[in-house]
């Protein structure tokens, strides 16, 4: 398949915001495709393949200027210059390619396949000589493309495709293109084990929806995590979960798959990201802990005080996340324990659609506690007054609160869903809403006085589901150290667009747009209707959305997240009525 067919249609998604018309686009244009569907799709998502391969090309904005410097014979200062200017990196590739003679132009036709390959080898390259490679790899489809190819085959590389696909509406097209509509809830449940849309494109297009529908948890491949609702009461959670549920820790720590299979073992994050490389101590515990075939285990990765066996904050754990050296000197200094709650996996067998109860039986008998594994703490009870307790006692031993989890037969683990299954109950804080929220930044204001040379304050925004659109629902300018504040330009810099991004929703004109990739924890005082924000827009007055008075940010940056997994504007709505109708109890 010729690149060029992909540019085109990426021409046409770009300048449209009607999510419909951009679905069927992307649908004529997976249709177009031949074998090279699944290296397409990936294409189409902005990377080389599924999130947990951790493919990526290794070339930094400075590397593609360096490459445009070299290509084009001007000087890198002048191209920083231009890059300043355009606010664009692949509009920069652009001009740069239609200042090209035209001797230097295509002399090799670009493929789908050819510039997967091209990205490969980047993503492959180590060593000395490695960065040369990934420019040289750069440089020959720099010259093999015409401006619009190399402006979209660069987003590509430096993850900004800008063109406002998700990975939701990858899949939607991806089901309307070779499937049933019908099957559209068994798809997407075999996505949320098996997120890999590359794969799901190919079988239904070749016909073998049956290795798709009813796909389940498969060792060494990580799912989408089951995730909880949230009330802010025991009472109500009793109520809702029929007079009696199970209530464990909600541990504040980095969300952990545990996957071991034939004497090997991956662990993964929420996101799917891989961090057995990040956590040796983890994965040799693994070894000597479970005796098993294969298995599949959810828990919480916390950092605790080896002495006093305290348990450490989130923040601490970021010290090993990401870390590629002295791993072994970091995990004797902040040492990890995974608390686990969850088994979706055992000896070749699927357990997800095991109800939950029998799943933690399982869980229990397979294991004898130590430092580096441990059970989430737990009681099952109806009595309000022991919840009480056992909450009290869970704030006091470290935790964010607890998790409700229902007893019934149909407790099943529901991959990449959140429902009334399991139900979180937070610390109260008092006067604030009774739990934080994770919301994705979208934009900045610069700031003035004390603030000036850096933001004063950020636009956050919340996640439409159904619309697959980011909401804006605050501006954010407390909760900041300095020290943080005036980074930020520097942490958001990569993120900067130019234009509003597509599935961005805002009445407000910051100074600065980003794309949405950057999620945050942030706390307020109550949920309000506003006549400027535009989350849950309409839903409790006409022309009017939600906003969070008073925010500050916690500390928290949520790097665990996707921008997809940010509090959603349902949420934000259900919590709306819940205080709504808590204060007219009270009144009353």
């Known amino acids: 398949m010729l690149f060029s067919v992909v540019a085109d249609a990426f021409e046409k998604m770009e300048n449209t915001t009607k999510r419909l018309e951009l679905t069927d686009l992307l649908v004529n244009l997976l249709k177009t495709a031949d074998d090279d569907l699944p290296l397409l799709v990936y294409l189409v998502q902005g990377k080389l393949g599924p999130d947990y391969l951790g493919l990526e090309t290794q070339m930094s904005d400075k590397l593609i200027l360096k490459a445009l410097s070299t290509a084009s014979n001007i000087s890198e200062e002048e191209i920083e210059k231009e890059y300043t200017k355009l606010g664009d990196i692949g509009s920069l590739a652009r001009e740069m390619a239609e200042r ?338 994770d919301l994705t930044v979208v934009g900045a204001f610069y700031g003035h006085g004390r603030r000036k040379g850096t933001y004063g304050a950020l636009l956050l925004a919340t996640y439409n589901d159904k619309n697959d659109t980011f909401e804006t629902v605050c501006k954010l300018g407390s909760g900041f150290s300095d020290d943080v504040l005036f980074s930020l330009p520097k942490k958001f810099e990569k993120y900067v667009s130019k234009e509003k991004p597509a599935r961005v929703v805002s009445n407000l004109e910051p100074d600065v747009w980003f794309c949405p990739e950057v999620v945050m924890e942030v706390i307020g005082a109550e949920i309000t209707v506003s006549p400027v924000h535009t989350c849950a827009y309409g839903e409790i007055e006409k022309d009017s959305g939600l906003s969070v008075r008073f925010p500050r940010f916690t500390g928290k940056w949520r790097e665990d997240k996707k921008p997809e997994d940010s509090t959603t504007s349902r949420e934000i709505l259900e919590m709306y009525k819940e205080q709504k109708k808590t204060l007219t109890e009270e009144k009353s």
């Not at 989130?314 to 590629?324: D, E, L, M, P, Y």
């Not at 130590?370 to 009290?392: M, T, W």
């Open 100 to 437: 090209r003679s035209m001797s230097t132009l295509m002399k090799v036709e670009l493929t789908v396949k050819y510039i997967h390959d091209s990205l490969m080898k980047m993503a492959r390259s180590s060593g000395s000589g490695s960065t040369k490679s990934r420019i040289d790899a750069y440089m020959d489809l720099f010259l093999n493309s015409t401006p619009k190819e190399i402006m979209y085959i660069t987003r590509i590389i430096t993850g900004k495709l800008r063109v406002g696909i998700s990975d939701a509406t990858i899949l939607d097209a991806i089901i309307k293109a070779f499937s049933d509509e019908k099957y559209a809830e068994d798809i997407e449940n075999a996505y949320n084990f098996h997120p890999d849309l590359g794969y799901i494109a190919s079988e239904l297009r070749n016909g073998n929806s049956q290795n798709i529908i009813g796909l389940g948890p498969t060792p060494m491949i990580p799912f989408k995590v089951m995730l909880a609702e949230r009330l802010r009461s025991v009472e109500e959670i009793l109520e809702k979960m029929g007079g009696r549920c199970a209530f464990e820790y909600k541990y504040d720590g980095m969300r952990t798959q545990t996957h071991i299979e034939k004497g090997n073992v991956r662990l993964f994050s929420r996101g799917n990201e891989e961090t057995t490389n990040q956590f040796p101590d983890i994965r040799k515990a693994a070894l000597e802990t479970f005796k098993v075939d294969s298995a599949i285990l959810d828990g919480e990765a916390v950092p605790y005080d080896p002495d006093t066996g305290e348990l450490y904050p989130f923040q601490a754990i970021s010290h090993r996340r990401g870390r590629k050296h002295d791993v072994d000197k970091v995990s004797s200094e902040i040492p990890i324990t995974v608390f686990l709650f969850d088994i979706v996996y055992l000896n070749g067998k699927d357990l997800s659609k095991t109800p939950y109860s029998q799943r933690r039986s399982i869980l229990e008998s397979l294991f004898k506690e130590n430092d580096n594994f441990r059970l989430a703490k737990r009681i099952e009870s109806g009595d309000q007054a022991e919840v009480h307790r056992f909450f009290n006692q869970a704030i006091e031993d470290g935790c964010e609160g607890l998790v409700a989890k229902s007893l019934s037969q149909d407790s099943v683990y529901k991959a990449g869903a959140r429902g009334w299954l399991w139900i979180k109950l937070k610390r109260d804080y008092q006067a604030q809403l009774w739990d934080t929220l």
